[in-house]
């Protein structure tokens, strides 16, 4: 009989920092072996989306830089 292993793959694990941001600015950061297109959704209070953003694994993994002051007010959203 062969012997086999189970690999366990890592999660993917989403980073979001600074947390709060000061200056409307913060960094995204997902650990992912995907390389395809991501889709990121920021919600407001309410559920409205507030923004979407489309990056690539690379991009993530490097840590993609938003700047959320240009179209959002100040407040409270949630990411996806």
Do not use: W
Not at 11 to 39: A, M
Not at 61 to 70: C, K, M, R
């Amino acid at each position: 009989a062969a012997d086999s292993a189970t690999v366990a793959e890592e999660p993917e694990v989403l980073s979001v920092y600074p947390n709060p941001t000061s200056n409307g600015s913060f960094i995204i950061q997902l650990n992912t072996r995907d390389s395809g297109l991501h889709k990121i959704t920021i919600f407001d209070v309410t559920g409205r989306i507030a923004m979407v953003l489309e990056a690539d694994g690379a991009e993530l993994a490097d840590g993609l830089s938003v700047d959320i002051l240009a179209t959002m007010v100040p407040g409270l959203y949630t990411i996806l």
